[in-house]
């Protein structure tokens, strides 16, 4: 069956339909990365995005449901070059494709997945459409202008949980309360290896909530949209810093704990989405390689260096990638030291906030 992707600036793509057959809109975005795909499309900070994959082969290992990053997929379609129907790995439980289908999810193969990255990264994000139906090309032109941009976008509570639930031991050594604006399932894992029990809570819950339940320290996931929409999310942080008890944050939570401080975020030309971006601790001069997924970054110039410090940078541009609060047991980061997928040179971090807690 013939599918077609046409980005917001009219370049169009003619290839080949895998998944659900339909039309869907999203913010184009690439990904990198040249494993770990089922976990790419089911981390929530890809939520209203369609994600170009750089790699040739997608499905080959099929789909392993203890893999995901959520419940579900997350991802709006997919762009890829070569897609797999037939998968080699004997552990996995069903195919790629299977597994599109069942979540409604329009893919688009058979297309030059490197040539629309360059394409995208000379032009910048913008939103894309993809149809497998037989529309024509007015009409999902006419569709894709009326959809709105990422920009003051907020999300995280159309991906958050609805009601509160635990995760770990409650017998564990420590509790964590989580703040979930998107949250992936490994970084519950990594809290969960280190002896904590977790409570996590949506988005819009309020610091009422989350201080009531006495925990050791208090954790800000990742999560999409654009971090200067979410007052409800920024209050709530505000809040808990408060109180004077450590706090991690990751993506998102970074975003947001910078906005504690009246640093400021920006859109993003592309992003940074992928497994080996290379990051500096500039507290230890060491440098890692990284896992990250965001489009939407701190604006170094507007973080007061009365109230902060800059503790990790990118190398690749200079963003920002780490900071922590002067007088107060506050840190983020912006990539994904859970990784899933990607190294793990940065899981360091969970044992920083571990040892963040121990000595309060």
Not at 40 to 50: E, K, R
Not at 240 to 249: D, H, K, N, S, Y
């Amino acid at each position: 069956m013939n599918c077609v992707l046409i980005l917001e600036d009219g370049t169009t793509y003619h290839g080949k339909a895998y998944g659900k057959v339909g039309t869907v809109i999203g913010e184009v975005c690439y990904n990198t990365g040249m494993t770990g795909y089922q976990e790419i499309f089911s981390d929530p900070s890809y939520y209203q995005q369609i994600v170009v994959t750089t790699n040739v082969h997608i499905g080959n290992y099929g789909i392993k449901y203890d893999e995901q990053q959520s419940d579900s997929i997350k991802i709006s379609g997919l762009v890829c070059k070569n897609f797999n129907e037939v998968q080699s790995r004997k552990l996995s439980d069903g195919s790629l494709n299977d597994y599109f289908i069942a979540n409604n999810i329009v893919v688009i193969s058979d297309v030059d997945s490197r040539e629309i990255v360059l394409h995208v990264r000379e032009k910048g994000a913008m939103n894309c459409i993809i149809s497998s139906e037989e529309l024509p090309s007015e009409e999902l032109i006419k569709r894709l202008k009326e959809a709105p941009s990422m920009e003051g976008l907020e999300l995280s509570s159309k991906v958050s949980t609805v009601e509160p639930y635990y995760a770990g031991e409650p017998t564990s050594t420590y509790k964590i309360t989580v703040l979930d604006l998107g949250i992936k399932t490994n970084i519950l894992n990594n809290f969960i290896k280190r002896d904590c029990y977790c409570k996590v809570f949506p988005a819009q819950s309020n610091a009422e909530e989350l201080i009531a339940w006495k925990p050791d320290g208090y954790f800000i996931s990742n999560g999409p949209g654009d971090p200067s929409a979410m007052p409800y999310a920024l209050k709530t942080v505000q809040s808990i810093l408060e109180t004077g008890t450590p706090l991690f944050g990751i993506c998102l939570g970074h975003q947001l704990l910078a906005q504690t401080i009246g640093a400021k975020t920006y859109k993003m030309h592309t992003g940074h989405r992928g497994l080996n971006h290379p990051v500096k601790n500039l507290i230890t001069g060491k440098s890692e390689i990284t896992s990250q997924n965001h489009g939407f970054c701190v604006d170094s110039d507007s973080i007061s260096t009365e109230l902060a410090e800059i503790t990790h940078i990118n190398l690749n541009d200079n963003t920002v990638e780490g900071i922590r609060l002067k007088g107060k047991k506050a840190f983020s980061v912006q990539y994904h030291p859970e990784a899933a997928p990607g190294p793990h040179d940065a899981e360091y971090l969970f044992d920083d906030f571990i040892t963040l807690i121990k000595n309060k």
